[in-house]
């Protein structure tokens, strides 16, 4: 959810919101829910992963192919009366994350996001992650991971001075890396001696970066899925999480 001018607005993959019909994406008015716009979101099996407000409109990214019937892969934005494109959109298989960094935009994805099984530990598929730049007109790609399992590239953030990319990846831009990594705007460095092996959402918070997801190991120790950095280490947060890994985000 996300609060943008004034309305508390829900994305997913529904398509009823209090027996409103809304495409994805719903504002909730303390009484009633209301549509994004006429149709919403469309495509097939369409869902919105992210969304951030970035000059002044609502900006969506997931996995679909049109806004209020107009053609839009995988992001689109709302400026508050009509969707529209932004370029020629992600050509990822399906875009995950959305963060604002040093007053730019950017958007990740991968081509395979889980859950989809198989979960074979040991493919061979050649999936890759992706994080794009938008430029005012359209999207350059400026990191390519591999893909380890899934989720090569799922979470983005905003964290002393870099923009912090994490996922499932072993090789970014053609360097190794242990699924995390930071982007000073040129080029790509693992970040905190990495985190394995599936991170699936970030959050910064004052001086300190979170993630989130299954992770089992944080700078070659052991981890319990939630771990935070606090400028020079990984740290469990409260004795981290048990009973299975996180696939949630952090607010």
Do not use: K
Not at 86 to 103: F, I, R, S
Not at 130 to 136: I, L, M, S
Request: hydrophobic fraction near 40%; proline fraction near 4%.
């Amino acid at each position: 959810n996300l609060d943008y001018r004034g309305d508390l607005i829900f994305a997913g993959s529904f398509d009823d919101a209090g027996g409103v019909s809304a495409g994805c994406i719903a504002s909730f008015h303390g009484d009633h829910w209301e549509p994004v716009g006429e149709h919403g979101i469309t495509g097939v099996f369409p869902r919105i992963r992210d969304m951030v407000e970035f000059e002044d409109d609502l900006v969506v990214a997931g996995c679909f192919t049109a806004a209020d019937g107009i053609p839009a892969v995988n992001v689109a934005r709302w400026d508050g009366v009509a969707w529209r494109a932004m370029g020629a959109g992600l050509p990822c298989g399906e875009a995950a994350a959305l963060c604002v960094h040093d007053g730019q935009l950017f958007a990740a994805g991968s081509d395979h996001l889980y859950p989809y099984p198989p979960y074979d530990l040991q493919t061979t598929r050649l999936y890759g992650g992706f994080v794009y730049r938008w430029n005012g007109a359209d999207w350059d790609q400026i990191i390519v991971t591999d893909e380890w399992t899934t989720d090569a590239v799922r979470a983005l953030a905003s964290y002393d001075g870099d923009l912090i990319v994490a996922g499932s990846f072993t090789v970014a831009n053609g360097q190794p890396m242990r699924g995390i990594l930071a982007w000073d705007g040129a080029a790509c460095r693992e970040f905190g001696g990495g985190l394995r092996y599936w991170t699936r959402c970030l959050l910064t918070v004052g001086d300190d970066l979170y993630a989130g997801g299954g992770i089992s190991v944080a700078s070659g120790q052991p981890a319990h899925y939630l771990v935070r950095w606090d400028g020079a280490a990984w740290h469990d947060v409260g004795g981290g999480l048990s009973g299975g890994n996180s696939r949630y985000g952090l607010y």
